[in-house]
């Protein structure tokens, strides 16, 4: 388990989950909220989840019933939620105020 | 003549247009499938213990897509994101290699100096050679030894992660506390619980540290970092007890 390189994306990242700690959100969701590429975004999201910052389940549902692909939803563990909380914090007095905080 | 030509030129307009506009009809028609190669292509591509999840999970993104620009986009940045995918892959085993020959090389060729005080030189080659055996499984004694030497080691460092958790827990949870309660910074007995608190954490951090440090692992700053360990614990980590 090794220490996610934290990078602006990554950042972004984290702070769209950080928003609404309780709500999984899925690649798309996540990928509207931050405006990332998913060549960047899916990347992230596995090393974040590699940290174990991150945890993921799929969709309830049987993908014949529901006639598509099940999506993959993401959310911050604790662990994850107390170091984004401590990356963007430590962030803050070079940035000013960040919206998700 | 003239007119004869203007009439081709028109009929040939009107063709091409025809042309044109069932070419078009054709592709879009046929895009849904080109996504869904481009998807497979990026799959395929990927780590292979992770295929399987990723066709979904893109499947599924590839469908929350409402237009058919905005597809086509993401499914050749996909591919993109399988490259990397693999890259990363690809540098966590070569780091977890390098780790495995450093645990190999060092640690068996004490082990051997103190059980039949042998030259680590008289079985360099053969160190070289168990090293690379590893992936393929046990082949002699020495192998079987290390094998079981390296599963001791990782049963050790978990245990002492463990240990180094909930010591550090124990002594974030008191300090939660103490703030909630308001406790006087200078109370005393308070200042006790926590300067034991501190040791015990001090104590864990340093056997971690240690036998990570048997295994080659010798970046501690990176330690420090993971488990956001507070300077009082750092300053103490090693350092004799003055207290009981």
Not at chain 1, 46 to 64: D, H, M, Q, T
Not at chain 1, 91 to 100: K, N, S, T
Not at chain 2, 153 to 176: N, P, S, W
Request: charged share 25%; hydrophobic share 45%; proline share 4%.
């Amino acid at each position: 388990m090794s220490e996610p390189r934290m990078s602006a994306q990554t950042l972004k990242v984290l702070g769209s989950l950080l928003s609404d700690p309780r709500d999984a959100l899925s690649g798309a969701d996540i990928a509207r909220l931050t405006n990332l590429a998913s060549g960047t975004l899916y990347p992230i999201l596995l090393r974040l989840e590699g940290a174990r910052w991150l945890s993921s389940r799929w969709e309830k549902g049987n993908p014949i019933d529901l006639g598509r692909p099940r999506r993959r939803f993401y959310r911050l563990t604790a662990l994850g939620a107390k170091r984004a909380k401590q990356e963007l914090r430590a962030l803050q007095p070079m940035i000013g105020g960040i919206a998700w905080t | 003549m003239d007119l004869i030509q203007a009439l081709v030129t028109g009929l040939l307009l009107v063709v091409a247009a025809c042309l044109g506009n069932s070419l078009a009809d054709d592709l879009r028609a046929r895009l849904p499938s080109h996504y869904a190669t481009l998807v497979r292509l990026a799959v395929r591509r990927a780590p292979p213990h992770l295929r399987e999840r990723l066709a979904e999970e893109w499947g599924a993104h590839l469908n929350d897509m409402p237009d058919n620009l905005g597809k086509l986009l993401l499914a050749l940045d996909l591919f993109r994101a399988s490259g990397t995918l693999r890259r990363d892959v690809e540098a966590v085993d070569a780091e977890h290699s390098a780790s495995e020959q450093i645990c190999d090389t060092e640690f068996l060729d004490s082990m051997q100096r103190v059980i039949c005080g042998r030259a680590p030189a008289a079985r360099a080659v053969e160190t070289v050679g168990a090293a690379s055996r590893w992936t393929f499984g046990v082949v002699s004694g020495w192998d079987a030894l290390g094998y079981e030497l390296r599963q001791e080691q990782a049963a050790t460092i978990g245990r002492l992660a463990r240990e180094l958790r909930d010591a550090l827990g124990a002594l974030d949870d008191f300090d939660q506390r103490a703030r909630r309660a308001n406790a006087a910074a200078d109370n005393p007995a308070l200042q006790r619980v926590r300067a034991r608190l501190i040791d015990t954490a001090a104590d864990a951090l340093w056997h971690f540290v240690v036998q990570r440090d048997c295994m080659g692992f010798r970046q501690t700053e990176e330690i420090l970092e993971d488990y956001a360990v507070p300077a009082a614990v750092r300053a103490r980590m090693g350092a004799t007890r003055t207290h009981g």
